[in-house]
Structure formats: C-alpha cells, structure tokens
C-alpha cells in the first residue's frame, strides 16, 4: 500500500499541526492529511471541504460553492456585482445594470454563459478593452453610444456586432442624425455670415481662396507702384503738369487697387457680427489709413493736393495687409503680443543704459573740439553703440572713454540676451498652438 498527501485548508495552524512526517511537503497555513490508495490505483479520498458563503436571494448554492440560477451557473456575487475580464483588464458592474438590455450578450445569461470561467469565477472575453470601455458605457448610461477618436469606425462596429448591440447602435445614430439636421436647420448661416467667411475664411468656399489670391496681387501691385514712383525718371513725368500717358496708366491702376481695398474693407464692416470689435482691431485701422490718403487728394484741389504729399507716405502701410494672408506673421505679432512684459522690462534697462552711459561718456569726453557737446547728444553714440551697430560718427578719445565704451558694449550684449530665452519659447508655444489649429 502507497502512502500520498493531501493538501487541504484547515485555518491558521495549531502547535500540534507542526509536527509532520519530514517527507510530506509543507505549505504555509496548510496541513497534510494521509490519503489511501488500493491497488487498482485509485485515490481514496474523503469529500472536499466546503466554504460557505451567503447566496444571493433567489439563487441556489451549487456544490461547487457558485450560484445557480435556473439551469445556468452563473458569476453573481453577494452583492449583485458581475465580474469581467476582457483580455486582462478587469470590469465590475451591477447585475441590474445589464439586466435593462436583455437581448445583448452581456444582458442574457444564456449568452454570456459560454464565456464564464468556473475556476477563476469570472467572465473572460478576449475583446478591445478600449472599445469595452465604450460598450459598458452603453449599460451605463441607458442607451448611448461614444467611439473614442483614436478607434477606426469599422473596428468599432465590429465590437458592437459582437456584443448584439447593432440594432440599439442604429437606433441611436438615426436619433443624433436627426438631432443635427434639426441643429443645422435652427443654425443655418446667414447672408451676412457667409460674407464674413468669404473675406475672412479663405478655405471656405473656392471663390473666397480665389478673392485671397486677389487680394495678395492688389497689395503686391500697390507696393510696386508706390517703390517705382520714386524712380527720378518716372517721378518727372508723373508729377508733370502736363497730362501723359505715365500719369493715366498709374492713375487707373492706383484707383483699381483702392477700389478693390475700399469694396473689401465696407464689405467686412457690414458683414462683420460684432462691430465694436471690429473697431478695435488694428488691422482693420491699417486697411482704412491705406486707402483714405488717395481720396484726400483726389477731392482737394491741385494747390492743396500738393501740401497733402505727405500723406502718400502712409501707402507704405499697405505692406502690412499682407499679414492677413501671411502665417508667419501672424505668429510673430501673436508672440510680440504674448512678450510685452519681457520687451518693456528690456526697454526699461535699455533706456536706463543709453542715459548712464551717455551721461558719463559725456563728462568724460567733453570738450571745445569734442562730437560730445550735449548729454542729448552722447545718449545718441550710447544708442548706436549699445545697438551694437556702431555708426563711427562719434568715438571716444580718450583711454577712459573707450574703457566705458566697451563697458557699453558688454553691457548691451547681456541687457539684450536676458530676454531672448523667453520670447523664444513664448514664439515656440504659439507656433505649435497656431500649427494645431
């Protein structure tokens, strides 16, 4: 006859459980128990202990210790909590809370039975755990759906036909169809908006891109005209008092630009839906300062006309409507914008600078033959030289001068690369918030 041992659970050992035979294995909290075998080599056992554990009302204890309900066995804890495993990742939810769908596989226990583990007391389903997320979710909230934005459609009504959800699933995307249309009906654009979008979105429509292409040629037109009009030769001709082919052509290309411009910016003022802000925009205030120069002068008279040359000089403005069109910029001015404690904190210690260091080099270098003759005019030499651009129309003499001048210099360089740092992350984070959008 063979001896064998039985591991078997008996609580916390006693002082007399410690004494065993040394060729039976010891386990912690665990004894041994002899177990007989005849001949026939069958185990001769005595039944297995069993653990009581309080039954869900209407359910009746199997011999396995699991409850039973009806025919099928099912995972049903004491407080009415269905334990799932889907590949790995684990999930409670409240058996009632499945109960509301019974038509779905985890709403039937017929259905779901078949993925009952009885050694491990769980429901093991080898599924998307990104998408189960989204599928209790549909318990959970009485019906809705959710597709997270990282997971194909396809791949999403996959698990939806796996879990017998496709016809809830159609039922709730015919529903926020309908909800949209009514959305989109209730929120239909106005006349006015779309001629919003169409000046100010140019990738809303393929006649808005091609009014934004105009618009860059009209302005690049103007630029022209205004740099070529300074040439002597044109210049002449175009300021003569005599009528000329020169004056007729430039005329009517300079009045096609201002037309366009002046079309555009009435056009983006009545359309636009909130005019206070348009108001306070400065890029709008360019837009106006660029066109009103040329009906001055067009309904002044000649004499009159002369006195208000000045005023084409503000036509050079009309390069800044190019920043409209232009992303680079636009993340520039947005990142000045983002940095005007930083560029005032440098303009502080600059101007600080350019008055100690003009006043000094003054005292310094001041005399009947000196280019240093007034404070005013030393702060000019502490400008250039602290701009590091360094003219040479004023240079110190003396060896106390230029020992305060390169003083100057140093001075600058660190005054001007504190700063840096700072407004170069600033134009980083606006230049990746800008590419996102």
């Known amino acids: 006859m063979v001896k064998f041992t039985k591991i078997i659970n008996r609580g916390p050992l006693q002082d007399e459980d410690m004494e065993l035979d040394s060729r039976s294995p010891v386990l912690p909290k665990q004894v041994t128990e002899p177990i007989v075998a005849n001949n026939e080599n069958h185990l001769q056992e005595k039944p297995p202990i069993k653990l009581t554990v309080p039954a869900v009302p209407g359910t009746i204890e199997t011999e396995n210790g699991l409850f039973k309900s009806g025919s099928n066995v099912s995972l049903v804890t004491p407080h009415n909590i269905v334990r799932l495993n889907v590949s790995g990742g684990y999930f409670e939810v409240s058996k009632d809370t499945l109960d509301r769908y019974p038509n779905t596989l985890l709403g039937s226990e017929t259905y779901r039975q078949k993925y009952f583990l009885e050694d491990r007391a769980e429901y093991f ?7 189960f ?45 309908d909800d949209e249309k ?8 106005s006349a006015l908006q779309r001629v919003w979008d169409f000046f100010e979105e140019p990738d809303s429509s393929k006649a808005a891109r091609v009014w934004a292409v105009l618009d860059v040629v009209a302005i690049t037109i103007a630029v022209a005209m205004f740099i070529v009009e300074t040439i002597p030769a044109i210049k002449a001709d175009i300021e003569s008092k005599t009528t000329n082919k020169l004056q007729v052509t430039f005329f009517i290309i300079e009045t096609s630009c201002i037309i366009f411009f002046t079309i555009e910016l009435i056009a983006r003022f009545i359309s636009c839906p909130e005019k206070v802000l348009f108001l306070r925009t400065a890029m709008n205030w360019i837009d106006f300062v660029t066109i009103i120069p040329y009906y001055i002068q067009l309904s002044a008279e000649n004499e009159s006309a002369q006195a208000l040359v000045v005023l084409r000089v503000l036509r050079v403005i009309r390069v800044l409507k190019l920043a409209r069109h232009s992303k680079g910029i636009i993340i520039v001015t947005k990142t000045l914008a983002a940095s005007v404690n930083e560029l005032a904190l440098l303009l502080f210690f600059w101007f ?54 390169s003083v100057c210099m140093m001075f600058s360089m660190i005054v001007i ?21």
């Open 125 to 131: 389903l080898e599924r998307n755990r990104l998408i």
């Open 133 to 177: 997320s989204s599928i209790l979710y549909f318990y959970q909230s009485q019906g809705k759906f959710y597709r997270p934005t990282c997971v194909a459609e396809e791949q999403f009504l996959e698990e939806v036909r796996f879990f017998k959800l496709e016809n809830h699933y159609k039922r709730f995307v015919d529903n926020v169809d």
């Open 182 to 189: 009514k959305v989109t009906e209730t929120t239909k654009k």
């Open 352 to 405: 600080i600078g350019v008055i100690i260091f003009g006043s000094i080099m003054y005292y310094l270098e001041y005399d009947e033959e000196s280019e240093f003759t007034s404070i005013l005019q030393s702060s000019w030499w502490a400008v250039v030289t602290m701009s590091t651009v360094g003219y040479g129309d004023m240079v110190p003499k003396t060896p106390i001068g230029k020992l305060i001048a």
């Open 417 to 437: 690369a504190l700063p840096v740092t700072v407004i170069v992350s600033k134009f980083t984070r606006v230049y990746a918030k800008y590419k996102d959008k």
